[in-house]
């Protein structure tokens, strides 16, 4: 497609639960990100590849949030044990290359209940 | 440090009036200033973006005006129209320093009235 894709649009889970989230960048990108908006704030950064390596890993809050990229391409995250506090829209962005503008998706909004 | 400080939290203009909205930040390291704008729904979508040897720049209706020394920076809306209603966002990386991540204000919630 033109744009970044991202699925699902929306998911609601039980907490405690484990869930995945997907993200298809720009066709030819290099540099895959990913962020978490809560309601009413700006997007807060996670964690960013450049091909399949996490190249900064550190805006994950903790050990239940996971990501790969294993093919340079498509990336999942990944959250175990989900909490209330998870509930957020998360947005991925992807760039030519790393320093480039990132042009981002439309979002999977999370509900954890 | 990493902070990007934006206001004001919601605005309301009338069509054609000219919405400013200011951001000011404290790391004299970041390097790229980008504005989004975002829809409700929609995931974030690049208006405009400036780097801080330049301190104006223009796109259409959009204007970035930088204070480097003030460590300030802005965007203005020409003629604004009832299809700008949105919630804006400015941004700042570090993306000379090896860091890409992007920091993000708090945004702010335009209304523009027909």
């Known amino acids: 497609g033109a744009g970044v894709s991202q699925t699902p649009s929306n998911k609601v889970t039980e907490k405690g639960k484990y869930v995945e989230l997907r993200c298809d960048p720009i066709?030819?990108?290099?540099?895959l990100y990913w962020y978490r908006q809560s309601l009413g704030q700006g997007p807060e950064f996670l964690i960013y590849f450049q091909g399949t390596g996490a190249a900064d890993d550190s805006g994950l809050p903790n050990d239940r949030f996971f990501a790969v990229r294993p093919e340079g391409s498509v990336s999942t995250l990944k959250i175990q044990r989900t909490e209330r506090g998870d509930s957020a829209v998360y947005l991925c962005a992807s760039s030519f290359s790393l320093g480039e503008t990132q042009y981002f998706g439309p979002g999977t909004r999370l509900l954890v209940l | 440090q990493q902070q990007v400080k934006q206001s004001p939290q919601s605005l309301i203009v009338q069509k054609g009036g000219i919405p400013i909205i200011n951001c000011a930040y404290e790391n004299t390291a970041f390097d790229y200033f980008p504005w989004y704008q975002q829809f409700p729904g929609k995931g974030p979508a690049l208006l405009i973006a400036?780097?801080?040897?330049?301190s104006e720049k223009k796109e259409g209706r959009f204007t970035i005006s930088f204070n480097k020394s003030a460590k300030q920076f802005s965007l203005h809306i020409m003629d604004s129209q009832p299809g700008d209603s949105a919630t804006y966002f400015c941004a700042a990386s570090l993306s000379s320093s090896g860091t890409y991540k992007y920091i993000f204000g708090t945004g702010t919630r335009l209304k523009v009235l027909a």
């Open positions: 066709s030819g990108h290099t540099a």
């Open positions: 400036i780097r801080p040897d330049v």
